[in-house]
């Protein structure tokens, strides 16, 4: 892992990290491309498995909660094959993912871990 390991990251910092999916265990590094603090911030993959990756958190205001938006725009290495894995696997993996990372935070904000 490198970058910040504490505290809130910044417009043009990157983060590096390793995580398992698929059973192996890759290293992704992005970079905090738009940050219009406390509404949203990109991070834009610059080294990692995936030809493009791109995700951006969005922060809405609903009363006295704050609902979190995440949109992710991607894009497979290796050609026809990487188009037919975004289909057939990658869309809903990735989906899924977002969903209990979302659910994990949910706890860690609220206190509940």
């Known amino acids: 892992m490198a970058g910040r390991l504490t505290g809130l990251i910044e417009l043009g910092e990157e983060v590096t ?15 905090i491309t738009a940050f ?16 493009s990756f791109v995700h951006d958190h969005h922060f809405l205001s609903d009363g006295d909660s704050t609902i979190m938006v995440d949109m992710l725009a991607f894009s497979a290495p290796l050609g026809i094959l990487g188009v037919v894995a975004e289909r057939l696997l ?8 977002l969903r209990r990372r979302a659910l994990v935070l949910k706890d860690v904000l609220e206190g509940a871990v």
Do not use: C, I
């Not at 059973?23 to 992704?28: H, I, L, M, R, Y």
């Open 17 to 31: 990290w390793r995580a398992r999916h698929f059973g192996v265990v890759q290293e992704f590094t992005s970079r």
């Open 36 to 51: 219009d603090r406390p509404r949203h911030f990109r991070d834009e993959m610059q080294r990692g498995a995936f030809r």
């Open 90 to 97: 990658l869309r809903n993996y990735l989906a899924k993912f």
